[in-house]
Structure formats: structure tokens, C-alpha cells
């Protein structure tokens, strides 16, 4: 019976990205990194694998929110070696026949480069590596010169890195006293011939913040925009809530909810996207739990179920259409509020107002209306 383990290091700090959070924790397009990485490594052709995650001191809140249901992590080490060699300790009992080391800073990792490095270790490889050419011409800088470096011999070398369990294990152990950038090195003191294996272009470090960018055109993924509309009438009141926000006013708004037509036009819409039905369907009027909610927990459940298919909402363009009350004034606080409620930069968030130049309900100033488009990256 063939014994996979998978060992997935994630115990860095990420200080590269200049971001707050680790990066093997942050979110591309709707799913973390940590789970883009473990997700690759689930159809092995293994009898049996097993996927175990090293982490960082005080990461474990992290790890649970990016990895959920993942099991228990393992506690890394100040170097990647040190989180490697305890990863693999931690394994020890479990004796697997192989053993995937990966980065989880490498999200995009494709089953075919897992395969490629499993079908090596099957087919009686000590050790296998995902290896690209170099294509760009190496310069090294000799005060003024730049020497040309020949191409010839030189590989990026990638993850996974596979190796049999015992041996890379016993390697990690004897030269724990060494400086090593990655498990070859390892190997290499260790007398433990590796062969190189075809990795992938795309299968990319993320190491600094444009990586983000680059990870999530690489993942392509489709836009997808939907629209949504509500009216409210106006009613007895001193203030409506639009857009998450209250705004002082002659009239009140009627519904059964806070009536924020604003912020059921962009539910519908973020609804819309993901083929959910609409707002009535989730919370319907006839029930007593939804009598006076606050609309921003329709808008966050809409986005919840976004996030669980995938999916990331990139944009949304909210349109109140009223004589009254003026929405020049709160614009900003309600993009704010939105951008807030739903875990976007400001930026990707627009409000808009018009009036009908007095013309039908909203011109009689009856009620108010509001329309919404929003699109998500699924
Ligand atoms: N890693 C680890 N334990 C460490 C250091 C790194 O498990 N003590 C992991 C990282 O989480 C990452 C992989 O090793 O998945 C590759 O390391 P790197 O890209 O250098 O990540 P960081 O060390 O987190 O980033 P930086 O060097 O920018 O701080
Ligand atoms: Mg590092």
C-alpha cells in the first residue's frame, strides 16, 4: 500500500509582501492560499495521503480561517528548514513510503506538477524536483561590467519537492547545523541523487505584493455582472437608512426590514451573480426574525455565499433614485459603509443619485428606488 505524506510549510512571516498577514493566509480570488495549495494535492494516487501543515507561533486563528477543517498544525521553526525537519518529525509515526514538501506561498501548484514528482518517486527517483529553464539572459555585476552568466546548467528549482520519507527525513536531522535555501540542498549533503522533473511557469512563489496580482490574472476566472432593484414608500419618520447609513429626513421609509432600499438593490444584485435567488427568498418578509433587521445582514450573507462558490465581488455601483433627500452630502459614508460591510477597498464601491425630474413615484416623492450592478470574479 503506497503512503503519501504531503507537507505543506507555512510557517513564514511573509515580510516580503509588506503586508500585515502572512501570506500563505491571505485570500486570491475568493480562496486562500493555504487551501488553493492543499486543494491540488487531493487526488494523489495514493492508497493513502495525508496532508499536514506547518505554522508559525500565534498563526493558529489564521490557519483555521484559511484551512478550514484542515488537520491539527504542526508548530515550525525560525527557518524554513527548521519548519521542514519539524513537519517531518511530526509525521514520523505515520512511516509514509514518500513525502511532498511545497510551499504553501505556491498556490498555483497544478496536479500535473504533483504528478510529475510522485510518478518520479514511484518510478525509483531518491528524489524529484520541479525544475524550469532559465530563459532571460543572466548579468552579474562586476563593478561597471556586467558579465554574462551561461544559461546552459542553470534551473529555478520549485515545489514539491519529493523525496522517500526516511531518507529526507534522516537528512534534515544530520545537517539541521547547515543554511539551506530549500529540501535539494538538503539531499545534497546527503548524498541523495535528485532528478529534475518539468515544473511550471505558473506555478509561482508569491513573494512580493505584485505577485497577488499576477496569482489572480493567472487564475483567470469569469466576471460576472448582475443588477438589482427595490422601492420602498416613504411613510411618517424623521430619518431613512440608505446605503447602510441614516439620513435625517422629513419622512420615514416603510418595510418590513430597516427598508434600506439601497442596500436590497446590491443584495439582489451580488444575489444575481451567483444565481441565488433573490433577497425575498433568503429573508422573507413573513418572517418575525428579519422584522426591523439592519440590511447589512442581508448584504453580508449575499457576500458570505459569494465567497463559499469562489467567488470575489470586484465591483459594485449602487444608483438611489429620489428628489429627496439629497445624497450629495452622504455619498462618501455609504461607500465607506459598503466598501465596510462587505470587505472591499472603497475604491471598487460607487454611489450615485439622480432624481426623475419630478415625473412618476419617485418625481411625487411617493417613495424611492434604487438600482445596483455588481460583479464578481468567479
Ligand atoms: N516558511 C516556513 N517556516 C519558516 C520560513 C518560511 O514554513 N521559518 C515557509 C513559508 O511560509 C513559505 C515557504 O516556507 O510557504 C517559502 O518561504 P518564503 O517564500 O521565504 O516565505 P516567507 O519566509 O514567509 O516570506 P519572507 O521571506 O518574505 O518573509
Ligand atoms: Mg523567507
Redo the contacts with the bound molecule.
Keep these: 500500500m503506497l503512503k503519501i505524506a504531503v507537507l505543506i510549510?507555512?510557517?513564514?512571516?511573509?515580510?516580503?509582501?509588506g503586508r500585515e498577514k502572512?501570506?500563505?493566509y491571505e485570500w486570491l480570488a475568493g480562496k486562500s492560499l493555504l487551501a488553493r495549495s492543499a486543494a491540488a494535492f487531493a487526488g494523489l494516487p495514493a492508497q493513502e495521503t495525508t496532508i499536514r501543515v506547518?505554522i508559525?507561533p500565534g498563526q493558529d486563528d489564521l490557519y483555521a480561517a484559511a484551512l478550514p477543517g484542515g488537520a491539527p498544525p504542526v508548530a515550525?521553526?525560525?527557518?524554513?528548514q527548521?519548519?521542514v525537519r519539524l513537519g517531518l518529525e511530526a509525521i514520523e509515526k505515520s512511516a509514509p513510503d514518500f513525502v511532498l514538501i511545497h510551499?504553501?506561498?505556491r498556490p498555483l501548484v497544478s496536479p500535473s506538477v504533483i504528478a510529475n514528482v510522485v510518478n518520479a518517486l514511484t518510478a525509483g527517483a531518491k528524489g524529484a524536483v520541479p525544475m524550469l529553464a532559465v530563459a532571460d539572459t543572466l548579468r552579474r555585476k562586476d563593478g561597471d561590467a556586467w558579465a554574462t552568466i551561461p544559461r546552459d546548467n542553470l534551473f529555478r528549482a520549485q515545489t514539491p519537492q519529493g523525496f522517500r520519507f526516511a531518507d529526507i527525513l534522516k537528512a534534515h536531522r544530520e545537517f539541521a547545523s547547515r543554511d539551506v535555501t530549500d529540501d535539494v540542498e538538503i539531499a545534497a549533503l546527503a548524498g541523495i541523487k535528485v532528478e529534475a522533473v518539468p515544473g511550471e511557469e505558473t506555478n509561482l512563489?508569491i513573494?512580493t505584493e505584485k505577485d497577488f496580482a499576477l496569482a489572480e490574472n493567472l487564475l483567470g476566472g469569469e466576471s460576472v455582472s448582475a443588477m438589482g432593484y427595490d422601492a420602498h414608500r416613504f411613510c411618517d419618520g424623521d430619518h431613512v437608512w440608505l446605503c447602510g447609513v441614516k439620513v435625517p429626513h422629513t419622512h420615514g421609509m416603510l418595510g418590513h426590514s430597516d427598508a434600506d432600499a439601497g442596500l436590497h438593490a446590491l443584495t439582489d444584485a451580488i444575489l444575481g451573480c451567483i444565481g441565488a435567488g433573490d433577497i425575498g427568498q433568503h429573508f422573507p418578509p413573513s418572517d418575525e426574525r428579519w422584522r426591523g433587521a439592519p440590511s447589512w445582514k442581508f448584504l453580508d450573507h449575499a457576500a458570505k455565499l459569494v465567497a463559499e462558490k469562489g467567488g470575489r465581488i470586484v465591483h459594485c455601483d449602487v444608483t438611489l433614485i429620489c428628489e429627496r433627500p439629497k445624497i450629495g452630502p452622504h455619498r462618501e459614508a455609504m461607500r465607506t459603509r459598503i466598501a465596510e460591510i462587505l470587505g472591499m477597498d472603497v475604491a471598487r464601491v460607487s454611489v450615485k443619485a439622480t432624481t426623475t425630474e419630478g415625473m412618476g413615484y419617485t418625481g411625487r416623492q411617493e417613495g424611492l428606488a434604487a438600482q445596483a450592478v455588481a460583479t464578481v470574479r468567479l
Excluded at 510549510?9 to 509582501?17: D, H, N, P, Q, Y
Excluded at 515550525?76 to 524554513?80: H, L, N, S, V
Aim: charged fraction near 35%; avoid cysteine.
Design positions: 510549510v507555512a510557517a513564514g512571516k511573509g515580510e516580503r509582501t502572512p501570506k500563505q506547518v508559525g515550525g521553526g525560525a527557518r524554513r527548521d519548519s510551499d504553501a506561498a512563489k513573494t
